[in-house]
């Protein structure tokens, strides 16, 4: 059975008239009239009873052709699809971020989506640290990945989204709630809450120069591996916080978020892989650059 033969059959269900049929689909009217015949053949049915006067559908011919306006939708639709997949308007965009990063980029990047790429779903994976990301890079489990720098993999590319300077989280509780900036060296007796040490953390690293560079050594109290967790901890008295600024956007209960005078700054990129030619990514690329989401330059932590 041949798709053309059922876009024939549906031309006659709609017209009633073999003549008509043949004009709208710009053809003969014999070699339609045959196709029908062979269709009906092949079904081993009558789809139309034919008199001189008009065309009518058989019971079997009305209960076809239903059948056959849901196949030929869905084959349409299929192809439609299909051409915005390959021209990067539909697809899946599997994204990694840090778990800063979701306060204030991802429902940048969301909103975004939602306006200009309307098919393109968002496979979020959120909580991923800079070497957590470039392996899911590398490997191929993510399209982007929203992380901060330095990165070590060969073959990513990156444009710059954000330099944030560092704040400090306390409990609402704490002897420094009331401060309207804080300054490091203050925080020379404090427990920390850190990423752990293994994890590759930039702003682990940013966290303790700013310390070194005032004389002392952060104290470790608690580790952890999500951003959520840490303030979570902190809301619970557990201990401070020394975090990017974006976090300040997802206010919590129980925590408040000083500025630091002359704190470092972590920046933060969108990295790709540099040979990944997808119409998807490259879409992707140019509703950020007119949107102005990328930064120029880059100083910070390297």
């Given at each position: 059975m041949e798709l053309r033969h059922l876009r024939y059959f549906l031309a006659v269900a709609e017209t009633r008239h073999f003549g008509k049929a043949a004009q709208a689909l710009h053809m003969a009217q014999p070699p339609l009239s045959q196709a029908i015949r062979r269709l009906e053949t092949e079904l081993g049915v009558d789809l139309f009873i034919r008199t001189t006067?008009?065309?009518?559908?058989?019971g079997a011919g009305e209960v076809f052709r239903t059948d056959v306006e849901r196949i030929l939708k869905a084959v349409d639709e299929a192809a439609a699809r299909v051409g915005r997949f390959a021209s990067g308007v539909e697809g899946?965009?599997?994204?990694?971020?840090?778990?800063?990063?979701?306060?204030r980029q991802l429902p940048v990047l969301a909103r975004l989506?939602?306006?200009?790429?309307?098919?393109?779903?968002?496979?979020?994976?959120?909580?991923?640290?800079?070497?957590?990301?470039?392996?899911?890079l590398i490997e191929r489990r993510l399209d982007v990945g929203m992380l901060r720098p330095p990165i070590r993999q060969?073959?990513?590319?990156?444009?710059?989204?954000?330099?944030?300077?560092?704040?400090?989280?306390?409990?609402?509780?704490h002897w420094l709630a009331e401060a309207d900036t804080v300054r490091v060296e203050q925080l020379r007796h404090e427990d920390f809450i850190m990423y752990g040490a293994t994890l590759g953390s930039v702003v682990n690293d940013a966290v303790v120069r700013s310390c070194l560079a005032s004389g002392f050594y952060p104290?470790?109290?608690?580790e952890i591996t999500e951003t959520s967790a840490?303030?979570?901890?902190?809301?619970?008295?557990?201990?401070?916080?020394?975090?990017?600024?974006?976090?300040?956007?997802?206010?919590?209960?129980?925590?408040?978020?000083?500025?630091?005078?002359?704190?470092?700054?972590?920046?933060?990129?969108?990295?790709?892989?540099?040979?990944?030619?997808?119409?998807?990514?490259?879409?992707?690329?140019?509703?950020?650059?007119?949107?102005?989401?990328?930064?120029?330059?880059?100083?910070?932590?390297?």
């Open positions: 006067r008009q065309v009518a559908l058989t899946v965009l599997r994204v990694g971020l840090t778990g800063s990063a979701s306060y989506l939602k306006h200009e790429m309307p098919h393109v779903m968002m496979e979020v994976h959120t909580e991923m640290l800079t070497p957590a990301q470039e392996l899911g060969e073959g990513l590319a990156h444009r710059p989204l954000a330099n944030e300077p560092l704040i400090v989280a306390v409990p609402e509780e104290h470790c109290a608690y840490a303030l979570a901890l902190v809301a619970a008295g557990l201990g401070i916080a020394v975090l990017p600024d974006s976090v300040r956007s997802a206010p919590r209960e129980g925590v408040m978020c000083k500025e630091i005078e002359g704190a470092l700054t972590v920046p933060l990129v969108l990295a790709w892989r540099a040979d990944d030619e997808s119409p998807l990514l490259r879409n992707l690329l140019g509703v950020l650059e007119r949107n102005d989401v990328f930064i120029e330059g880059l100083e910070g932590v390297a």
